[in-house]
C-alpha cells in the first residue's frame, strides 16, 4: 500500500523568507502523481500544485516549487517570499495511476504553516 | 466555471439517525470522490463515482454509501449513525482522461457533520 509521510507537524517562517515543507513517500508504481494541496482555515482544500513522476524537471507555480526526487521519494514544497495568506495546514498527496489507486488520493497527516510578521 | 459545491454546510445529527449530503462537481468533470477528514485519522478515502458506477471505494463499513446521478451529481449517505462519524466531509471532481487516467482533483468546501 502506499504511504505518505510529512514529518514536520508545524512549521514557521517569517513574511518574505522562504520556508521549505518535507514531504516523503512510499510506493512500488513506477508512475503516479504527487500534490501539495493547502487546507486554509476555511477548510477549503486549495490545490498548491501537481508533478507528475515520469517528468523530471521540477514544477513551479509562483512563489511555490518542489524539488521531486524519485529515487528517494522525496517531494518537497518551497515557498518563497512567503506572505501572510499562506498560513494554512499543508498536505502532501500521492496518487497512482493503476487500478485501485488510480481513484483516489493517500494524504499525509499535514504540516501547519504558520507566516509571522 | 463554478468550483465543486457541497450541501449542506454544517449538519448536526443525533446516534443512530441517517444523513445524506450532496455534491455538484465542476461542469464536465464526471469523476466525483469522497473523503472523510478527522483529526484522528486524518483523510482518508471514501470511495469514487465515475459515469454512475462506483469505480473504488475505500476501508469503511456498509454504513457509508453513494451514489452518482446521470448529470455526474452525487450524493453519499451514512446510516445509523455514530459519534465517531463526526467529521468533515470533502468531495474532490475531476475529469478522466483514457491515455493518463484521472486528472487533478478538485475540491469542494465540504460538508461538516456533528453527530451528538
Known amino acids: 500500500a502506499q504511504t505518505v509521510t510529512q514529518s514536520q507537524p508545524?512549521?514557521?517562517?517569517?513574511?518574505?523568507?522562504?520556508?521549505?515543507?518535507?514531504?516523503?513517500?512510499?510506493?512500488?508504481?513506477?508512475?503516479?502523481?504527487?500534490?501539495?494541496?493547502?487546507?486554509?482555515?476555511?477548510?477549503?482544500?486549495?490545490?498548491?500544485?501537481?508533478?507528475?513522476?515520469?517528468?523530471?524537471?521540477?514544477?513551479?507555480?509562483?512563489?511555490?516549487?518542489?524539488?521531486?526526487?524519485?529515487?528517494?521519494?522525496?517531494?518537497?514544497?518551497?515557498i518563497s517570499d512567503s506572505q501572510l495568506g499562506d498560513a494554512a495546514m499543508y498536505f502532501c498527496a500521492y496518487r497512482g495511476l493503476n487500478t485501485g489507486t488510480a481513484s483516489k488520493l493517500t494524504f499525509g497527516t499535514g504540516t501547519r504553516l504558520q507566516v509571522t510578521l | 466555471k463554478a468550483g465543486v459545491t457541497q450541501t449542506p454546510r454544517y449538519l448536526i445529527k443525533t446516534r443512530g439517525q441517517q444523513v445524506t449530503l450532496s455534491c455538484s462537481p465542476i461542469s464536465g468533470h464526471r469523476s466525483v470522490s469522497w473523503y472523510q477528514q478527522t483529526p484522528g485519522q486524518g483523510l482518508q478515502f471514501l470511495f469514487e463515482y465515475f459515469s454512475e458506477t462506483q469505480r473504488n471505494?475505500?476501508?469503511?463499513?456498509?454504513?457509508?454509501?453513494?451514489?452518482?446521478?446521470?448529470?455526474?451529481?452525487?450524493?453519499?449517505?451514512?446510516?445509523?449513525?455514530?459519534?465517531g462519524d463526526s467529521a468533515l466531509y470533502l468531495c474532490a471532481s475531476s475529469v478522466w482522461r483514457l491515455a493518463r487516467t484521472q486528472e487533478t482533483q478538485y475540491f469542494g468546501p465540504g460538508t461538516r457533520l456533528l453527530v451528538l
Open chain 1, 10 to 78: 508545524e512549521m514557521s517562517v517569517q513574511e518574505a523568507e522562504t520556508v521549505t515543507l518535507s514531504c516523503t513517500y512510499d510506493t512500488s508504481e513506477s508512475d503516479y502523481y504527487l500534490f501539495w494541496y493547502k487546507q486554509p482555515p476555511s477548510r477549503q482544500m486549495i490545490l498548491v500544485i501537481r508533478q507528475e513522476a515520469y517528468k523530471q524537471q521540477n514544477a513551479t507555480e509562483n512563489r511555490f516549487s518542489v524539488n521531486f526526487q524519485k529515487a528517494a521519494k522525496s517531494f518537497s514544497l518551497k
Open chain 2, 57 to 83: 471505494k475505500g476501508n469503511f463499513p456498509g454504513r457509508f454509501s453513494g451514489r452518482q446521478f446521470s448529470n455526474s451529481r452525487s450524493e453519499m449517505n451514512v446510516s445509523t449513525l455514530e459519534l
